[in-house]
């Protein structure tokens, strides 16, 4: 909205005042500084009244570790709205609202908040770890996702060095490699955002598990959609060059600022759990943004520690119907670890720094080239 009157100031040569807004480094910024601002600002009374609107607060699995049922019983979820209310405010206030990378990230993040948010109601009020239909929500997922990677497809904007990128599949270190995918690459990509999505889900299970990676991961691909949405970066490491892409930055900063903003409340002990209502859309943003970017593939490095949370449950599904015993002492693997007696907070932290060093090995494909 920001960046609107500074382009209305400037077309009457009036910029002196509003001349930062030109920057999106600056913009960036000052969207993580209003994000966080935000869930703060809203943090303790929104607790107080989820509190006293959910009562017995969400419900704990009674077969998960044990200790859980007693500690974490009464504590409210649904804290994605906080977040979900920083990282609008941030990303509104501060993109380029005539970008339609923007707002196909942000159809995605709003479209899954909502699903999270029924989802997170229905368990609640039936106290009951059994939310929405996974068949109806899978599908409603898909339909949101592929409805955002149409929109990125069909007003992105054309590149004319590689006139195929909108529908092709980029490959991190091999710089000329470039899979045009035709109308299969909206399935593929429709796939990677609920993919995303759900493998966040499956991480949020404890204080801070979840929340400190998205950031990391938020971080490095703000810096990757910098750097793609920039010519001569993008020209200078040999990267594919993607025109507007640059304005998901000042999103991935919303998503950092909310993300710490919303830390604030839920480090051990939480006061408040963020449900699916913010795991699905921090998830499904992320896997936009990588999208919108082209680096679906990096996605998956940036993001490996969803993806071994997502892999440890379908593991441990498939081999218990096929043998009828167990690979890991309990699924998704972060309850493994607590199994075999790690404390939550050894296991949140040494996950910490996983990802931290998977956002730095993502981030080196840029230069490996």
């Known amino acids: 909205m920001l960046y609107w009157l500074y382009e209305q100031f400037a077309a009457h040569g009036h910029t002196t005042a509003l001349r930062l807004l030109r920057y999106q480094t600056f913009r960036t910024g000052m969207s993580l500084f209003t994000a966080q601002l935000v869930v703060v600002a809203m943090g303790s009374r929104f607790i107080r009244w989820m509190q006293a609107k959910q009562g017995k607060g969400q419900p704990i699995r009674a077969e998960g570790i044990e200790r859980h049922v007693i500690e974490k019983a009464g504590t409210p979820t649904m804290g994605g709205v906080m977040i979900l209310a920083g990282l609008f405010a941030g990303t509104l206030l501060w993109s380029d609202l005539s970008n339609v990378y923007v707002w196909a990230v942000l159809l995605v993040t709003a479209g899954y908040g909502v699903l999270g948010f029924l989802d997170d109601y229905a368990k609640v009020t039936k106290q009951s770890t059994e939310g929405v239909s996974g068949r109806l929500r899978l599908l409603l997922e898909g339909l949101i996702a592929a409805a955002a990677v149409a929109m990125m497809i069909r007003w992105g904007a054309p590149s004319p060095e590689t006139p195929h990128l909108a529908t092709s599949l980029t490959f991190p270190v091999f710089k000329e490699a470039l899979l ?10 429709a796939f990677v955002i609920v993919g995303a999505a759900n493998a966040v889900n499956f991480t949020d299970g404890l204080d801070g598990l979840a ?14 959609a910098y750097l793609v949405g920039n010519y001569v970066f993008a020209n200078y490491l040999q990267l594919h060059f993607v025109e507007g892409a640059g304005e998901v930055a000042i999103f991935c900063g919303a998503m950092i600022g ?7 409340y839920n480090a051990p002990p939480a006061k408040i759990f963020m449900g699916d209502t913010g795991s699905l859309a921090l998830g499904g943003g992320l896997g936009a943004v990588a999208v919108a970017c082209k680096h679906e ?18 593991i441990q599904v498939a081999w218990f119907k096929r043998t009828g015993r167990r690979i890991f ?7 493994h670890f607590e199994k075999l007696g790690w404390s939550e907070s050894t296991v949140v932290i040494r996950f910490w720094i996983v990802s931290i060093m998977l956002a730095l090995v993502g981030l080196a494909t840029l230069k490996l080239r």
């Open 180 to 189: 045009n995918l035709g109308w299969l690459y909206a399935i593929f990509a």
């Open 211 to 224: 929340t400190v990676p998205v950031m990391i991961a938020a971080a490095a691909f703000g810096f990757i």
């Open 258 to 264: 909310a993300g710490l903003g919303f830390l604030w």
């Open 297 to 314: 593939i990096v996605l998956a490095i940036v993001g490996g520690l969803f993806v071994a949370e997502t892999l440890s449950v379908v």
């Open 329 to 335: 002492l309990m699924a998704p693997i972060h309850h």
